[in-house]
T-cell receptor, first 114, second 114 residues
Framework: AQKVTQAQTEISVVEKEDVTLDCVYE???????LFWYKQPPSGELVFLIRRNSFDEQNEISGRYSWNFQKSTSSFNFTITASQVVDSAVYFC???????????FGKGTKLSVIP | KAGVTQTPRYLIKTRGQQVTLSCSPISGHRSVSWYQQTPGQGLQFLFE???????NKGNFPGRFSGRQFSNSRSEMNVSTLELGDSALYLCASSSVGDRVYEQYFGPGTRLTVT
């Protein structure tokens, strides 16, 4: 069985602060995929990143960066210099090889205060 | 490219009725997945279709069903609605090739059962 844990239910930061959202996963698959999605108040899930289990290279995209560590089964997401527009619920998700079924964490609600 | 579209966006039904939700994937995408999102259970996988065939099904009762048409458009049906079926229903489509497994979500259909 697969499981994704996002221990942080809600986080509040002041604008321009850096914030890290934690994600820990469990899977027996040797090949799997990890994802982060953003869900603003409008409700639509916005795809942010996909990471393959065999690629542990960290990734940076503008103010966003992701730290994948297989040894600790973690896939953390950092927002640098947060902005009010970053306020949303962020979901970490996992799928096995050959599967389109996403297992989601419970989400972390991020509030960026001006 | 147009994104994933879902209709209707909002729906109010009475217990015992049935409902059909529609999803049009991104052009060229052949896989369509459905998810239910509730405050208590979070995001849960319902089923996934590829080339008109259901490839995977989540742990939901038989009242939940779906289908996919030759143009990749998909519908899901819920019969004998219960109060607990009130949720945001999200559809996602997935590409092929190097972006396989990246799922892009529609805005959702918010179903309220009274």
């Amino acid at each position: 069985a697969q499981k994704v844990t996002q221990a942080q239910t809600e986080i509040s930061v002041v604008e321009k602060e850096d914030v890290t959202l934690d994600c820990v996963y469990e899977t027996r698959d040797t090949t799997y995929y990890l994802f982060w999605y953003k869900q603003p108040p409008s409700g639509e899930l916005v795809f942010l990143i996909r990471r393959n289990s065999f690629d542990e290279q960290n990734e940076i995209s503008g103010r966003y960066s992701w730290n994948f560590q297989k040894s600790t089964s973690s896939f953390n997401f950092t927002i640098t210099a947060s902005q009010v527009v970053d306020s949303a619920v962020y979901f970490c998700a996992l799928s096995g090889a050959g599967s389109y079924q996403l297992t989601f964490g419970k989400g972390t609600k991020l509030s960026v205060i001006p | 490219k147009a994104g994933v579209t879902q209709t209707p966006r909002y729906l109010i039904k009475t217990r015992g009725q049935q409902v059909t939700l529609s999803c049009s994937p991104i052009s060229g995408h052949r896989s369509v997945s459905w998810y239910q999102q509730t405050p208590g259970q979070g995001l849960q996988f319902l089923f996934e279709y590829f080339s008109e065939t259901q490839r995977n099904k989540g742990n939901f009762p038989g009242r939940f069903s779906g289908r996919q048409f030759s143009n990749s458009r998909s519908e899901m049906n819920v019969s004998t609605l219960e109060l607990g079926d009130s949720a945001l229903y999200l559809c996602a489509s997935s590409s092929v090739g190097d972006r396989v497994y990246e799922q892009y979500f529609g805005p959702g259909t918010r179903l309220t059962v009274t």
